[in-house]
């Protein structure tokens, strides 16, 4: 069973990775030409033209594409024209951070809102049920770029509790989650809420409360279980949406990410960092959809793969 | 050549002092404290390979590892050489180089560095066409020969004025033979590199850190600092607000607004100092459009007023110019000030002579590349429409912005920051000239770029390239605006003046 | 991308164009709105915002665009050195801020507003397209849509823009450009769903043309889930574009935008903050009420959903 979902999982990976990569090599070509922002000032246009050929770059678009892919498939996976080295190693070294802020923007999210969503749903239509609403809202409608300045200002400069930037302690870890997180905890919330509700008023809890059975093992058990689905749903979409999104916010908070080394890849044209990153994130987020399929599975073994 | 022999005992006596100065201030105790030094630059480091970058952050942090055969000094505002790895050098005739060089360097390794390092230094840009730095290092040089452990002998293809120049600066880094062919791989040999400098190579975290530590053999006696980071922090007010807190003791690229901030926090301080940079536009001067008109450029000019750009717009941390090199430029001509460089009445009158009343000019700008640089082309964009121009701003980022000018598709100006170069005969780089200029011919101009390098000559050099910048100015296809001035926040626990070069070597950073 | 799980599969009975006459399903539709504390809010700030982005050249508002370099970094109004001329401040070239912001709401909502429906044209033509069709054209252009899926959205738009080039049009067509498959998803598995339906394979029988097929049996039934994720997507769009703007890739000087402003203002968060901080406010409402009103749209069109 495992096995063959692998299977599809595969059979489902291979062609959207191509067509990725396809898709990424028309565009960072149509941008043009890396080699004017590489050059130094006193560079001449035969100088530039030098460069161009050294790089393979004034050859027909296809044969670029085929040689690109050629040398993918012998793991060769081009070189940085920013950096000059070679470009996996480059994008891997930035997965971790990523990773790690993901986590931590995950973890700050379901702390907030699984608790905020259950407040709601048991003082349903209480102030407290609108407080979490309005506040669930506000959070979305926030620019995170905004929020993350706010924050550096007020924790960083200010109170001078946290680091204002960089990476290395927890401490360094606390804003930039904070920010990432409190994005999608509205969202979040309210999905807890609304399946916390929608669980609340079966009949089967009527049932398990007139038997004597106490509130919070009856909310515990089923209440929860039944929100995990639509809670795992939103995870796996929010996961996938940091994995590449949290752009902004690295580059504020300096955060040595996948994030900000898309941003300048993308601003130099470097083509090889471009096309991993991409490819690497992609298929991630192929695993993330990947496992939450297994985790539906583990979660009600009824539901239809 | 006796002219060159002159030019190198002024050198050297004035090198001499200068040499002098870092060993001649005295050595202050450490008071308790943090030993290590910590830098926020407003880029990441791109490579630890000094001939392939080209990037001012990049090599900022390089030269506390690498070094250099020769140095450039900026003292009373005048550009100097001063012995680095090369204890001394000298002309053997228009051709010819010698160098001898410093017996007691010692790589990071311990291995002793010989004439056998500069050799494979610039045999290796020569042989890779690729390395970044290769379109301006080492161009002219036709061949090394090691006369000695310490003595190394350079022909050019033709003399050279420039020639010094070339080991110093981006790419100029001297580099260990044995390391690479130990390595096998010039990706090995860099994700460990070693150098000669005061502080050799820990780690690299890509944009994050650099952290060096003190090297104890370093020729130059004992390191200040047991540990150098070197930090890549882009965002602006992020890099201000480490600078407050304290995690941070030197921050570079501060913007004028927040100098109060850092003047009135107990812990920090600026400096404020002269760069290689200057803030210019460029003009299309082609027939077809308005700018074509000799009247309608001189009109720009006129409309610009620089003095308040620099009071206002830049804070006062910038100086009016009509030039396009500073003054500290060897062969900068300092007869273009900004003196009565403003005249809107007389550049109102020539626009309705020209029957250019409101005629569409495209301005293209930059924005946040410099500091200010958009700030400075609003402020001109809004004189232009002062005089009766109807002039457009179009800000582009930095990469479609680059491509444009690559592409020869701006509009009739477009603001530009050029920088970091080593002489004002730069100006007369025709290859560079036309990717920026593409379409503006100027006869004597060409003359004159044609004659430069057959002649040897200071003073006739100098003349020469004079007059070259008095040219291309009067025939405004550059018109000069801005020096801008660099702006860094030091921590009142160390002191650093700033250099000309914009390099920050951990060694020049002292203690309070 | 905007996160919404539309449950699609349930509500939408096939009865609904039959019933009662027009006028009093408006009437409804807004007694509906006022009764909703959130709906009511979320509609009201709205329409403010709308009004004053309509009316700003009516409204007696300094020039946006006019540049006092002596009057730069002016505080709002109720701080020391405020100026009752300029309420809400001006920033670093001397303008005022008030009207910035009611000007730079244009920006977006025109954002907003086009790339949306240009994306939701975009969207739904091609979802009806691959339902209709079927086969082989239908796996094509679902691989296409899970390829575009897979790439995170932010990133996909940045080198779109490499490509397009920044300003307003080119970042209408940027964003459309990636949003559309949000669409596509919707349209065709409601075309699936109605495919189903007896009427419409009564229809067809009776040789009714495809064309006329869609219009009046699948169109209906998709638009109001059209709508609320289209009303939720404004929201959305608007945010990317104050990021792109922030970014330096979306709308440019002189062109006024509110991300722009905050990109501006952010490296005097300490000194001017107001800068930075009232364009954040306007974007925060003006999103906020969008998905309040999004959101009771949604309980409006399908009281079933929680």
Not at chain 2, 44 to 70: C, F, G, K, R, W
Not at chain 2, 355 to 373: E, N, Q, T, V
């Amino acid at each position: 069973m495992i096995f063959s979902a692998l299977w599809r999982l595969l059979l489902q990976a291979v062609p959207v990775l191509f067509t990725v990569t396809l898709i990424v090599f028309a565009l960072v070509f149509l941008a043009g030409d890396p080699t004017v922002m590489m050059i130094p000032d006193q560079a001449s246009e035969a100088d530039r033209l030098a460069m161009v050929a050294a790089w393979g770059l004034d050859q027909p678009v296809h044969l670029q594409y085929l040689n690109y892919m050629r040398n993918l498939l012998h793991g060769d996976f081009g070189t940085s024209y920013r950096y000059g080295s070679s470009a996996l190693p480059i994008v891997l070294e930035r997965l971790p951070a990523t990773l790690l802020l993901a986590a931590a923007s995950m973890l700050v999210a379901v702390l907030i809102a699984v608790p905020a969503g259950m407040a709601a749903a048991l003082r349903r239509g209480s102030w407290v049920d609108h407080a979490v609403s309005g506040v669930a809202v506000l959070g979305k409608a926030m620019p995170n770029f905004w929020v993350a300045i706010m924050l550096i200002l007020v924790f960083g400069v200010s109170l001078r509790w946290l680091p204002v930037s960089g990476s290395g302690t927890w401490a360094h870890l606390v804003m930039p989650a904070l920010t990432l997180g409190t994005a999608f905890a509205g969202d979040l919330a309210k999905l807890v809420r609304a399946s916390m509700l929608e669980t609340l008023s079966q009949d089967y809890m009527r049932t398990a409360y007139a038997k004597g059975i106490p509130d919070w093992l009856v909310i515990g058990k089923h209440a929860l279980r039944n929100a995990a689905i639509p809670t795992v749903t939103m995870t796996s979409l929010h996961v996938v949406a940091l994995l590449g999104g949290a752009l902004v916010t690295e580059t504020i908070f300096a955060w040595p990410g996948l994030g900000q080394l898309i941003v300048q890849a993308i601003n130099t044209k470097d083509m090889a960092v471009i096309q991993i990153s991409v490819l690497v994130i992609t298929a991630m987020t192929l695993l993330v959809n990947f496992l939450t399929d297994v985790v539906y599975r583990l979660i009600d073994p009824r539901m239809k793969l | 050549m006796p002219t060159s022999r002159r030019i190198f005992l002024k050198n050297a006596a004035a090198s001499a002092s200068v040499a002098a100065l870092p060993f001649a201030l005295p050595q202050i105790a450490f008071a308790a404290g943090s030993t290590t030094l910590t830098i926020a630059q407003s880029n990441d480091i791109l490579s630890l390979d000094p001939a392939n970058h080209e990037n001012n952050s990049t090599q900022s942090a390089l030269v506390n590892l690498y070094e250099y055969l020769v140095n450039k000094e900026f003292p009373n505002g005048k550009m100097v050489f001063t012995p680095a790895l090369a204890q001394s050098w000298k002309q053997e005739d228009p051709r010819t180089w010698v160098f001898e060089l410093r017996s007691d360097v010692r790589w990071h390794d311990g291995k002793p560095f010989t004439a056998d390092d500069v050799k494979f230094t610039v045999e290796r840009m020569k042989g890779n066409p690729k390395l970044l730095s290769a379109v301006e290092k080492f161009r002219s040089v036709e061949k090394v020969e090691v006369l000695g452990p310490h003595r190394v002998r350079l022909v050019t293809s033709k003399p050279d004025p420039l020639f010094l120049h070339n080991f110093v600066g981006n790419g100029g880094s001297i580099l260990p033979q044995h390391a690479f062919q130990a390595a096998g791989s010039e990706e090995a040999f860099f994700a460990k590199p070693i150098g000669t400098g005061p502080y050799r190579f820990v780690e690299w975290k890509k944009a994050d850190r650099l952290v060096l530590a003190r090297n104890p053999q370093w020729w130059g006696g004992a390191p200040h600092w047991e540990r150098v980071v070197i930090r890549a922090i882009p965002e602006t007010a992020t890099r201000v607000a480490e600078a407050l807190s304290g995690g941070v003791d030197l921050a570079v690229n501060i913007p004028p607004e927040d100098i109060g901030r850092l003047k009135s926090n107990a812990d920090t301080g600026i400096v404020a100092f002269n760069i290689a940079r200057n803030f210019g536009l460029h003009l299309r001067t082609e027939p077809g459009v308005v700018t074509h008109d000799a009247r309608v450029r001189e009109a720009i000019d006129l409309a610009i007023n620089r003095q308040e750009l620099a009071d206002v717009v830049a804070d006062g941390y910038a100086t009016a110019t009509r030039g396009l090199f500073p003054p500290e430029i060897p062969n900068a001509n300092t007869r273009l000030t900004a003196t009565n460089s403003f005249n809107p009445d007389k550049a109102r009158q020539l626009i309705q002579a020209a029957g250019a009343k409101g005629a569409k000019i495209r301005f293209g700008s930059p924005s946040g590349r410099y500091i200010k640089d958009r700030e400075v082309s609003e402020a001109i964009v809004g004189y232009l429409q002062d005089v009766g121009l109807n002039a457009q701003l179009e800000v582009q980022e930095w990469s479609i912005y680059n491509a444009r000018v690559g592409s020869d598709s701006h509009g009739e100006i477009y603001f530009w920051g050029m920088g970091s170069y080593t002489d004002a005969s730069f100006i007369l780089n025709m290859g560079s000239l036309k990717r920026f200029n593409p379409h503006w011919k100027n006869a004597e101009f060409e003359r004159l770029a044609a004659e430069l390098p057959a002649t040897t000559g200071e003073k006739e050099r100098q003349a020469i390239i004079w007059r070259a910048q008095e040219i291309i100015t009067q025939d405004r296809a550059r018109i000069g605006v801005l020096y801008p001035k660099a702006i860094y926040s030091v921590n009142k626990r160390v002191q650093f003046a700033g250099r000309f070069d914009e390099m920050i070597p951990a060694e020049q950073v002292r203690r309070a | 991308m905007s996160g919404v799980v539309l449950n699609t599969g349930t509500a939408l009975q096939a009865d609904a164009p039959a019933v009662a006459a027009q006028p009093s399903r408006l009437r409804h539709f807004l007694r509906a709105l006022w009764r909703s504390r959130s709906g009511r809010f979320g509609a009201l700030l709205l329409l403010l915002i709308l009004l004053a982005t309509l009316g700003a050249d009516l409204l007696p508002l300094a020039d946006p665009v006019k540049r006092h370099l002596s009057l730069r970094y002016l505080p709002p109004v109720w701080l020391d050195k405020g100026q009752w001329a300029y309420p809400l401040g001006t920033d670093g070239q001397g303008r005022d801020m008030l009207a910035r912001i009611i000007y730079g709401a244009r920006s977006s909502v025109m954002v907003g507003l086009a790339a949306v429906a240009l994306s939701g044209a975009i969207g739904v033509a091609i979802g009806v397209l691959a339902g209709l069709r079927g086969g082989w054209l239908d796996q094509v252009l679902m691989r296409v849509v899970d390829a575009i899926l897979a790439i995170p959205a932010m990133l996909f738009m940045l080198v779109v823009a490499l490509v397009a080039g920044a300003g307003l049009a080119p970042l209408i067509v940027v964003i459309a450009l990636t949003n559309w498959v949000i669409y596509t998803r919707i349209a065709r598995a409601e075309v699936l769903r109605v495919k189903e339906l007896e009427f419409v394979a009564a229809a067809r029988v009776s040789r009714v043309r495809s064309s006329r097929l869609l219009l009046r049996h699948i169109l209906p039934n998709i638009l109001p889930a059209l709508v609320v994720v289209a009303t939720l997507n404004i929201g959305t769009v608007i945010l990317t574009e104050s990021s792109l703007s922030f970014l330096g890739f979306g709308i440019q000087p002189p062109d006024i935008s509110w991300g722009q402003m905050l990109a501006d203002g952010r490296q005097q968060l300490a000194t001017s903050w107001w800068i930075s901080t009232f364009p954040g406010v306007a974007l925060t409402a003006t999103v906020f009420s969008i998905i309040l009103l999004g959101d009771w749209l949604r309980d409006y069109l399908d009281p079933r959903l929680p």
